[in-house]
């Protein structure tokens, strides 16, 4: 699959909640490699494309928060 997105990598913040999962679902159709940092830690589908990092983006660390952001697009 050759789409706009495939192969881009991709952060949401809060994807695991109503309308970032949506967001996560989107890109993971088109083709994208996405993070989700999210506090509440439930992954709700699995994907090869898909890493889910359980953190609360308001309170997480400039050191930890950039390695979660190191390679994306």
Do not use: P, Y
């Not at 890493?51 to 950039?66: G, H, M, N, Q, W």
Request: hydrophobic share 40%.
């Amino acid at each position: 699959m050759n789409t706009m997105f495939s192969g881009t990598r991709i952060v949401i913040t809060g994807g695991g909640g109503f309308v970032g999962s949506h967001l996560v679902d989107a890109f993971l159709k088109e083709g994208a490699q996405v993070t989700v940092i999210d506090k509440l830690g439930k992954e709700r589908i699995q994907h090869q494309n898909l890493t889910f990092e359980v953190e609360d983006i308001a309170k997480v660390s400039l050191e930890r928060l950039s390695s979660i952001l190191k390679g994306q697009d």
